[in-house]
Nanobody, 124 residues
Framework: QVQLVESGGGLVQAGGSLRLSCAVSGRTISSAAMGWFRQAPGKEREFVAAISWSFGGTLYADSVKGRFAISRDNARNTVYLQMNSLKPEDTAVYFC?????????????????WGQGTQVTVSS
């Protein structure tokens, strides 16, 4: 079993920055790749970014490319999402997810483990 705990969410003004963290514990060998998703009120959950634990390869949604950066610290078993130039439309609950198979994916069903989410609110 893999446990994921997100932190770092909060309220920020448009144009500001936040860094989300996702601490991974348990059977970390079962998490070959990690992803961040988000769900805004009244909308479906959507892919944000993904990273491979081994090679560090990344994948981004077009809506965040150039503003967000995903990274990992293998020694700390932690994945980060640095969010810059935040916009009100980035407001959502952000979820961390772990995928047991190698290779990044934009698809929710590819991820087996999920965190509880952390709220990010961007005011205009």
């Amino acid at each position: 079993q893999v446990q994921l705990v997100e932190s770092g969410g909060g309220l920020v003004q448009a144009g500001g920055s936040l860094r989300l963290s996702c601490a991974v514990s348990g059977r970390t060998i079962s998490s070959a790749a990690m992803g961040w998703f988000r769900q805004a009120p009244g909308k479906e959950r959507e892919f944000v970014a993904a990273i491979s634990w081994s090679f560090g390869g990344t994948l981004y949604a077009d809506s965040v490319k150039g503003r967000f950066a995903i990274s990992r610290d293998n020694a700390r078993n932690t994945v980060y999402l640095q969010m810059n130039s935040l916009k009100p439309e980035d407001t959502a609950v952000y979820f961390c997810a772990a995928r047991p198979s190698a290779g990044n994916s934009r698809t929710e069903v590819a991820y087996s483990y999920w965190g509880q989410g952390t709220q990010v609110t961007v005011s205009s």
